[in-house]
């Protein structure tokens, strides 16, 4: 059984129906990616309209979303509970004190492995990205053992717990995932670049730190953001190693507030949207940067 050939569209049909397509298309891939937004934007909805309700609203049935008549007192009363303002403090100290850190140790680390020649430079390379795989579950009795034998002569202790130098002295040490991201966009600097300037004198610093550190800025960028993040939302290591109240962090601070005041989700909810503000000024911030980095990172050539 054959097609009539008179219904069988044109190409000027064609070509008066592929805009159309191109729109719904277009307009189908919006609405998706619009809905998934919303979904992801759900549980950060529901914590701003919890900790502006009150303790009966949040436990009413059925639920509501927006409450009859705003708390804005839960944010003072949440802020008063407990040195909270001595928590941020710790927080964004230890948080650029490891971004700082993981950016001078693995642009350093990953400027010699893209860079240099040097003997056992892959087996070496590829045994820092083992270390990616291993759960950090696995090294959490090492370390503590480690750092109870180290001497602290400001520690009552006389080593290092209780103290926050476990917390950030580490990412001067390097990190696998920092050095392989910065190394994969070291790769795709021209090596022209770092030859002229050899032919010129330049030493392997002076070419790091005057080619490659200058042109890695949105790898840089991308960098600090994950570290800056993993360091703020950090939560298992302060509880392990800290024990003043005053050196504790927000994540800290919000698990310990949870404990002490059972049942007032309105204000652990006020809490935890604060603890979140730093990092989505962060990313506002650094934004552009940031998609940059991840678009060009792994691309040679």
């Known amino acids: 059984m054959s097609v009539d050939a008179s219904f069988a569209p044109t190409a000027e049909v064609r070509a008066r129906l592929r805009p159309r397509i191109r729109t719904i298309r277009r ?31 949040v436990f009413a049935i059925p639920p509501t979303l927006i409450p009859i008549t705003p708390q804005w007192k839960n944010y003072p009363d949440m802020w008063n509970a407990l040195p909270f303002a001595t928590f941020f403090g710790n927080s964004t100290r230890l948080a650029i004190l490891n ?22 430079r ?3 390379f590829a045994l820092l990205l083992v270390t990616l795989i291993i759960p950090f579950q696995v090294v959490l009795v090492p370390n503590f053992i480690l750092y ?11 080593n290092w717990i209780g103290t926050q130098e476990p917390l950030w002295v580490g990412a001067f040490l390097g990190g696998a995932f920092g050095t392989f991201l910065l190394r994969q966009f070291f790769l795709a600097i021209p090596r022209e670049l770092a030859d002229a300037a050899r032919v010129d004198g330049a030493n392997p610093w002076q070419i790091y730190r005057h080619i490659y550190v200058p042109l890695s800025l949105p790898a840089l960028a991308t960098l600090a953001i994950f570290t800056f993040m993993w360091s703020w939302n950090d939560l298992i290591d302060p509880i ?7 050196s504790l962090t927000v994540t800290a601070g919000l698990s310990l507030f949870q404990g002490q005041f059972v049942g007032k989700w309105p204000l652990l909810m ?17 934004q552009r940067h940031f998609v940059r980095g991840i678009a060009l990172t792994g691309i040679k050539g």
């Open 240 to 246: 392990i190693y800290l024990r003043d109240l005053d």
């Open 148 to 158: 109870r034998l180290l001497p602290h002569p400001l520690s009552t202790s006389g």
């Open 270 to 286: 006020a809490g935890a949207l604060v603890s979140v503000i730093p990092m989505i000024v962060l990313f506002v911030i650094a």
């Open 27 to 57: 307009a189908v891939l919006i609405a998706l990616l619009v809905g998934g937004g919303l979904v992801m934007m759900a549980p950060f909805l529901w914590m701003i309209s919890t900790s502006l309700k009150t303790r009966a609203e």
């Open 122 to 124: 892959e087996p070496l």
């Open 99 to 120: 971004t700082v850190g993981q950016l001078i140790s693995c642009s350093m680390a990953a400027f010699a492995f893209a860079t240099i020649r040097f003997r056992f």
